[in-house]
């Protein structure tokens, strides 16, 4: 693992995404102080002040673990033990597909880049992932919404330490992804519940099921069973 710490820069995926292109290895991670431009799914901004934690890391994967539905759920699942190891008193749930929760509110999020060549196979992924640490610094309009490590536990784990933690078990994951599925399925807080989809201007409300083996969200609808990938489907839990 190669780490490259920054400190202000518009965005780590993008910072990430020029390196992967000059030829970096699978393990290069990049760790920044704040992002004025960071970026979550769905073109939308990820609020990234100092006193939060703002990572990519490179992969290279092998095809058949290149799909960026399966590469965020061992990003989540990865970020989620990385915490705990951190922070033992805490318990990190998982909202398909890519957020970090603390009881009802988020803690942290995923964005999954992937870049392919002309003949379709994968060049390399980027995993950018933001954690909440600090309480003060997030924007007052996601109190109600967002939550931090230090909100729940009083400290502040330290960068470095946690984005490597991060790292590395996402690297190992994804040399041996066999229990992926079944621990992220543990921890996700959607099974069973009644939620709400939105795919582009579609919305709908179906029950999560259970998740399959490529990290598809398993949903039923009216009695029928259907799989949401990464792609466009935002979900809300319905109250
Ligand atoms: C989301 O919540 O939709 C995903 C948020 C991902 C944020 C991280 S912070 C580090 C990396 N750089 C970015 O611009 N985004 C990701």
């Known amino acids: 693992m190669r780490l490259i710490t920054l400190g202000e820069i518009d965005s780590t995926n993008r910072y990430l995404r020029a390196l992967a292109e000059d030829g970096a290895e699978q393990g290069t991670l990049a760790l920044a102080e704040r992002q004025t431009n960071g970026r979550g ?10 006193g939060g934690l703002y990572m990519s890391l490179l992969l290279r994967p092998e095809s058949a673990l290149a799909d960026p539905t399966l590469v965020t759920v061992m990003a989540a699942l990865a970020a989620a033990e ?4 951190a922070c033992p008193t805490l318990s990190v749930g998982i909202k398909w597909v890519n957020d970090l929760y603390l009881g009802e509110r988020k803690l942290a999020g995923i964005l999954a880049e992937s870049s392919f060549s002309p003949s379709g196979t994968v060049r390399y992924v980027i995993v950018g992932i933001g954690v909440n640490l600090a309480k003060g610094n997030l924007d007052p309009s996601l109190a109600e919404i967002a939550t931090s490590i230090e909100a729940h536990t009083g400290m502040i784990p330290d960068r470095i330490a946690l984005s490597e933690k991060i ?57 029928r069973k259907r799989t949401l990938r990464y792609g466009e489907v935002s979900i809300r839990i319905k109250k």
């Open 41 to 50: 799914r769905l073109d939308r901004r990820f609020d990234s002040p100092s």
């Open 82 to 85: 990385a915490i705990e190891e």
């Open 167 to 223: 790292a590395l078990r996402l690297l190992s994951y994804l040399a041996d992804p066999r229990e992926v599925t079944t621990k992220y399925r543990r921890r996700m807080i959607l099974l069973g519940r009644r939620i709400r989809c939105f795919e582009g201007s579609r919305e709908y409300t179906a029950r999560a099921i259970d998740v399959d083996e490529a990290g598809g969200l398993i949903v039923s609808r009216f009695g």
